[in-house]
């Protein structure tokens, strides 16, 4: 049974910094990423890599340079780190698997339970 835990949500201040994890089970996925879903939004991608070096990577716009995706293929585990968060961050955070990049940035197969990041001002 495939499964995807993510872990390290929580509330922090505008500016600061968070560390999302998500461990994954059941099989080896050559792609992992993260999508968030805001109040009254649809769920968006928020970025995603490929491959056992995560040198390949993928960001949504509103997160370039503030949030890096990273992967630790031996432990089928991605990592979020966001840094410089803003209140708009706000969301519930989902890690997302599947076998091509693609596949995790428009329709990922494979979903968490969701983590939930709150950013006050």
């Known amino acids: 049974q495939v499964q995807l835990v993510e872990s390290g949500g929580g509330l922090v201040q505008a500016g600061g910094s968070l560390r999302l994890s998500c461990a994954a089970s059941?099989?080896?996925?050559?792609?992992m990423g993260w999508f968030r879903q805001a109040p009254g939004k649809e769920r968006e991608f928020v970025a995603a890599t490929i491959g056992s070096s995560g040198s390949i990577t993928s960001y949504a716009d509103s997160v370039k340079g503030r949030f890096t995706i990273s992967r630790d293929y031996a432990k089928n585990t991605v990592i979020l780190q966001m840094n410089s968060l803003k209140p708009e961050d706000t969301a519930v955070y989902y890690c997302?698997?599947?076998?091509?990049?693609?596949?995790?940035?428009?329709?990922?197969?494979?979903w968490g339970q969701g983590t939930q990041v709150t950013v006050s001002s």
């Open positions: 997302v698997a599947g076998m091509t990049l693609r596949s995790v940035q428009y329709n990922p197969g494979n």
């Open positions: 059941g099989r080896t996925f050559v792609a």
